[in-house]
């Protein structure tokens, strides 16, 4: 059977996978995971005419919409089994609300065994929305959900939710079951920034009450002569118990990817085993996890099929999944995960290989810049910083993402760079210096925390006295891989921001009508050469 999916950047040709994913994934699994969707869109259908989003149900949905996202399960065991707890959701849902009647066949049909869930995925897929507009827009939604889901996961695990968020969820998936106008539609798609704007502050605020905010910090980037642990991945409540589990062992902790920013929050500073960062962006991993000798552990999205040099030391955990790799059991309700076979596989390892050295300074969150802004005001008052560029987002392995470190290096030297998520690893180990002591390069900290950079621009245009955001000396050449991109971008959006650069490429899922509109009403744009970029965006 073959498969579609153009979900990420990297999708084939720009076109859409279909044989086997670029990412790793296999034809059966990305099939499953369109069939999970469905089974989603059924609860969805189901709970809304209850008139309710129940809790089971809530979590259910942000589980399945988190597993989807690019990078998170290769697991077709996983995918199955999420399909038939949702299934069984389903079926409980309408019997406790006493619904029956017509509805949409997402929210009656019945599978028991994969194959059978796989003679779903033709009807499921992405390609049975046969108009590629209304394809385009519900796509669009879906993937804005899912990294509404994302960041909704990571809240809750930490105690912080919002239900309208949940609500809409429900409400998102639902409505890509129903013969909607383009212009309905196009409002959901709207909508969706507005919820997503809710759901990263709720993170933001869980992330900052649990762990402080997040202080500029002189981030280590070598290694120490004692066995490490690498954790990688977005989940700070992993790395919590993680960094206590580990106190005294004599085996040291070290992030990867999208983990640097756990570096930034002061409740981690106080463990003396917290030795820094090793590597970079999360397409390296199969160079620096073979390289890094200890066990790994990836604790949410951004994994790339292990090789085996190095699979049998790779732990998975939370929502991620690759067949034939240990897993870490979730936590039970008031316990913390269990991490000791993590420690015992340590105490046995080299020390990591050393493969740079040096340090690199990050946590330039909101608190931190605020902080800061009588300099920054002043900097760009006497013109010294004519200019802000936002290049947040993510890394990826297409070559023509050097563009990115040539577009930092080739910037005029009175402008500054904020960034967050792991696009940053093409640029952040640059020296470009700074503008009267303030930093050439601002990381706020992981995709997850790209909150900040929105909070950062409302807070200048509000000491700026102006009426509109795009009146700021900012501008923004922004990277995408994944879905979570997706939804920052949905974010910015609705926040008003208009003219944001997009690339390396646009996305395929965008139709060209669809596409034309966001050009027409925000003025997205793509990237072209560096120089000429400069000049449009800069001047």
């Known amino acids: 059977m073959g498969m579609f999916c153009y979900q990420c950047q990297e999708t084939l040709k720009n076109s859409g996978c279909t044989v086997n994913g670029v990412c790793g994934k296999k034809g059966d699994t990305a099939n499953l995971q369109d069939v999970l969707i469905y089974t989603v869109k059924g609860i969805s259908v189901v709970a809304e005419k209850a008139g309710k989003v129940d809790r089971d149900v809530a979590d259910y949905i942000t589980k399945a919409l988190f597993t989807t996202v690019t990078n998170v399960s290769f697991d077709d065991d996983q995918l199955v089994g999420l399909i038939k707890q949702g299934l069984a959701l389903r079926e409980d849902l309408k019997s406790r609300n006493n619904i029956s009647g017509d509805l949409h066949e997402s929210a009656v049909w019945t599978a028991g065994t994969k194959e059978e869930m796989l003679l779903k995925a033709v009807a499921a897929g992405v390609l049975s929305s046969e108009n590629e507009d209304v394809r385009s827009l519900r796509e669009l939604l879906v993937y804005g959900l899912k990294g509404i889901a994302a960041y909704s996961d990571h809240a809750a695990i930490l105690g912080f939710e919002d239900q309208s968020i949940y609500d809409f969820m429900v409400e998102g998936m639902a409505s890509t079951t129903k013969e909607l106008s383009v212009d309905e539609m196009i409002a959901l798609v709207l909508k969706c920034g507005e919820v997503a704007v809710t759901a990263m502050a ?81 397409w390296l991993q199969d160079k620096e996890f073979a390289s890094f000798n200890g066990p790994v552990v990836m604790t949410t999205n951004c994994l790339v099929p292990p090789k085996a040099s190095y699979i049998d030391r790779v732990f998975t955990t939370g929502n991620v999944a690759f067949p034939g790799v240990k897993e870490i059991a979730d936590r039970s309700e008031g316990g913390e995960k269990d991490f000791s076979a993590v420690i015992a596989m340590a105490k046995n390892c080299s020390a990591p290989t050393e493969i740079e050295t040096g340090s690199i300074v990050g946590g330039f969150a909101h608190e931190q810049v605020f902080a800061l802004a009588d300099k920054v005001v002043e900097a760009v008052k006497s013109g010294a910083v004519k200019k802000f560029v936002v290049m947040a987002g993510c890394d990826g392995r297409q070559k023509g993402r050097d563009y990115y470190k040539d577009f930092a290096e080739a910037l005029p030297r009175d402008t500054i760079i904020l960034t967050a998520g792991c696009a940053k690893f093409r640029y952040n180990k640059l020296d470009l210096g700074d503008i009267g002591g303030i930093p050439r390069i601002l990381d706020a900290g992981q995709c997850n925390d790209s909150f900040s950079l929105a909070l950062i621009a409302l807070k200048l245009k509000e000491v700026f006295e102006l009426e509109d955001i795009n009146e700021l000396p900012i501008v923004y050449n922004i990277a995408w891989y994944e879905q979570k991109a997706v939804t920052v971008l949905l974010a910015l959006l609705h926040l008003g921001v208009k003219n944001i650069h997009l690339g390396p490429t646009l996305p395929a899922f965008l139709s060209p009508t669809v596409a034309n509109v966001l050009v027409e009403n925000f003025g997205i744009g793509g990237i072209g050469e560096v120089e000429a970029d400069i000049k449009t965006m800069i001047g």
């Open 202 to 282: 709720t993170l933001d605020k869980a992330n900052t009450e649990t762990y402080g905010n997040p202080e500029i910090t002189e981030v280590n980037i070598g290694v120490s002569n004692k066995p490490g642990i690498l954790i990688s991945g977005h989940d700070l409540k992993d790395m919590e118990e993680l960094l206590k589990q580990t106190e005294g062992t004599g085996v040291d902790v070290y992030t990867h990817g999208e983990m640097l920013p756990a570096n930034y929050y002061p409740a981690f500073k106080k463990y003396d085993h917290f030795v820094g960062n090793y590597g970079n962006a999360w």
